[in-house]
């Protein structure tokens, strides 16, 4: 006779999550890609001649803005006809579970998607901006990058060029945003990495940040990350698959 299958993750967790005060997420493509989001970009189409480096960055914006403009469109297109999954659903749920019994909860995404607003997420830091919001680069004013327009898209206040609201190669990623996330890193109780490869710094550093405070670490992944070895637990498996069985386990607020 076959033994039931239990959960992908240990009691341990379960426990650890039931007596945290502070709980901290860092997400990643893949928790995207389970909702039909390509990592970067269509495989397919106009696009794959351009590889990623020669459009997401300020000298090729410049060089040809309504190249770039056209291509963050397609991106938005793609992002806007998919749904949260049921991985996004269960993080706004264990917010809410975290916040109703008087906890503190920040989930700090490297996705530019909007999925997590989406699906009900608010203590939300987006590190790497949002495909969503676009600003003027002049004067800093925010725009909307709305079609129709013959020539590169501009802002309605002062005429310069509009650009998405994301972090490019060879920028900064937002200080407050890195601040915000790595002190909620150094404070959690319990600290989840979901979909993430952990190779992008600064933020494949925050769950090692919290592992050294004292958080227990647990990483969401269908295979290891390059950091997996060094936290305390690898659950297997797909985020829309594991977080919502996560979640039933808790008790209610």
Sequence with gaps: M???????????LVQRLRDAQRVAVLTG???????????????????????PEELANVEAFLSNPE?????????????????????????????RWVTGRGGE?????????????RAGTENLVELHGSLLRSYCLRCGAPAAESAGAHG?????????????????????????????????AALADVYLSVGTSAVVYPAAGLPQIARQAGAYVAEVNPTPSDIAPRLNEQV???????????VAALPEA
């Excluded at 076959?2 to 341990?12: C, E, L, N």
Aim: proline share 9%; aromatic share 8%.
């Design 152 to 184: 590169p898209l501009t802002c309605e206040e002062c005429g310069g060029l509009v650009r998405p609201d994301v972090v490019w190669f060879g920028e900064m990623l937002p200080e407050e945003a890195i601040a915000q996330s790595t002190e909620a």
């Design 236 to 246: 297997r498996g797909r985020a829309g698959d594991v977080l919502p069985l996560l």
């Design 29 to 51: 493509a893949g928790i995207s890609a389970e909702s039909g989001v390509p990592t970067f970009r269509d495989p397919d189409g106009l696009w794959q001649k351009f590889r």
């Design 105 to 117: 909860f920040l989930l700090s995404t490297q996705n530019v998607d909007g999925l997590h607003a």
């Design 2 to 12: 076959h033994q039931p299958i239990g959960p992908p993750f240990s009691d341990t």
């Design 67 to 95: 190249l770039v403009q056209g291509w963050y469109a397609h991106r938005r297109e793609i992002v806007e006809a998919v749904e949260p999954n049921p991985g996004h659903v269960a993080l706004a749920e264990l917010e």
